[in-house]
Nanobody
Framework: QVQLVESGGGLVQAGGSLRLSCAASGRTFNRYAMGWFRQAPGKVREFVAVISGSGVGIYYPDSVKGRFTISRDNAKNTVYLQMNSLKPEDTAVYYC???????????????????WGQGTQVTVSS
C-alpha cells in the first residue's frame, strides 16, 4: 500500500512557475514509476509526466515538453513537478500516481497506476 500526498499548488500568473511535490509512504518507493496527471473542469484526466523508479526513464507529452520537468528524490520518497512558463490552459487539479508495472509505453495511461493522491489545484491566470 502506498499513500501519496501532493502539495505546492496555487494561483500563478501566466508565464510564472510552480513546483509540485508528492510525498509517498512506504519503503519501496524506488520500485514505482511515478506519474503526474491533471484534470481540468469538464475534461478527462490527462497524462503530464512520468519518471521511472531509478529516475532514468522520463516521458512527457508534447503539451508540456520543454516547460515541465519531473524529478524524484528516492531518499525522501518524493517526486516533483517543476512547471515553468505556465499557461491558462495548464489550469487543472494535478494528481500524482504510483505504477508498479514494468516500464513501458503504458506509463502514459492512468489505468496502469495503482495508487493516487488527492490532487492539488493549479490555477493560471491570464
Amino acid at each position: 500500500q502506498v499513500q501519496l500526498v501532493e502539495s505546492g499548488g496555487g494561483l500563478v500568473q501566466a508565464g510564472g512557475s510552480l513546483r509540485l511535490s508528492c510525498a509517498a509512504s512506504g519503503r519501496t518507493f524506488n520500485r514505482y514509476a511515478m506519474g503526474w496527471f491533471r484534470q481540468a473542469p469538464g475534461k478527462v484526466r490527462e497524462f503530464v509526466a512520468v519518471i521511472s523508479g531509478s529516475g532514468v526513464g522520463i516521458y512527457y507529452p508534447d503539451s508540456v515538453k520543454g516547460r515541465f520537468t519531473i524529478s524524484r528524490d528516492n531518499a525522501k520518497n518524493t517526486v516533483y513537478l517543476q512547471m515553468n512558463s505556465l499557461k491558462p490552459e495548464d489550469t487543472a487539479v494535478y494528481y500524482c500516481a504510483a505504477n508498479n508495472r514494468p516500464w513501458s509505453a503504458g506509463v502514459r495511461y492512468e489505468a496502469e497506476y495503482d495508487y493516487w493522491g488527492q490532487g492539488t489545484q493549479v490555477t493560471v491566470s491570464s
